[in-house]
T-cell receptor, first 112, second 108 residues
Framework: NAGVTQTPKFQVLKTGQSMTLQCAQD?????MSWYRQDPGMGLRLIHY???????DQGEVPNGYNVSRSTTEDFPLRLLSAAPSQTSVYFC???????????FGDGTRLSIL | KNEVEQSPQNLTAQEGEFITINCSYS?????LHWLQQHPGGGIVSLFM???GKKKHGRLIATINIQEKHSSLHITASHPRDSAVYIC??????????FGTGTSLTVIP
């Protein structure tokens, strides 16, 4: 039982490059979300989805896009990477918006 | 303004000590979550509670809804308990407010 799988685990980008962080879950969870974690700050919500075809913005959505074409997958796209997007990114899923969340192992992203 | 405040920020304990981590929040909630982030970075959900107390092994979580306060206790602490403990509360929308975490180090 894989749970929530994030890829890649590490990535270094140059300013202006684009990339997609992958997130997949095998628990049939409806609710999925992307967070970023920066030193000295709590987890901050980037985007979330309450089901296939439905996405919405969180606290810090600028510079990121998401889509939810299937229940299992919820990719996060960086459109034009900036050094301010250097962070650790976590994907999470749960049965409902207030239920315990299952987290992926995180992606450490550095933008040079 | 932080909707969720945790204390202490950092905590060092000797193996075997009883540990308490506190969480205060300013919003009305239906449930509060405690998370554990391992040194390697992975995050796991420890508890979700809306009243009273829950226990899992050596971990005990309590909540006082009227006082908007929750505590996470660890009995007979062990070096493997070293981690960051995060408190989170859902808001009225689809989001969570997260505390900045309490970094616990248990020394053998």
């Amino acid at each position: 039982n894989a749970g929530v799988t994030q890829t890649p685990k590490f990535q270094v980008l140059k300013t202006g490059q684009s990339m997609t962080l992958q997130c997949a879950q095998d628990m049939n969870h409806e609710y999925m979300s992307w967070y970023r974690q920066d030193p000295g700050m709590g987890l901050r919500l980037i985007h979330y989805s309450v089901g296939a075809g439905i996405t919405d913005q969180g606290e810090v959505p600028n510079g990121y896009n998401v889509s939810r074409s299937t229940t299992e997958d919820f990719p996060l796209r960086l459109l034009s990477a900036a050094p301010s997007q250097t962070s650790v990114y976590f994907c999470a899923s749960s049965w409902g918006r207030r239920e315990p969340q299952h987290f992926g192992d995180g992606t450490r992203l550095s933008i040079l | 303004k932080n909707e969720v405040e945790q204390s202490p920020q950092n905590l060092t304990a000797q193996e075997g000590e009883f540990i308490t981590i506190n969480c205060s929040y300013s919003v009305g909630i239906s449930a509060l979550h405690w998370l554990q982030q391992h040194p390697g970075g992975g995050i796991v959900s420890l508890f979700m509670l809306s009243s009273g107390k829950k226990k899992h092994g050596r971990l005990i979580a309590t909540i006082n809804i009227q006082e908007k306060h929750s505590s996470l206790h660890i009995t007979a602490s062990h070096p493997r308990d070293s981690a960051v403990y995060i408190c989170a509360v859902p808001n009225t929308g689809n989001q969570f407010y997260f505390g900045t975490g309490t970094s616990l180090t248990v020394i053998p």
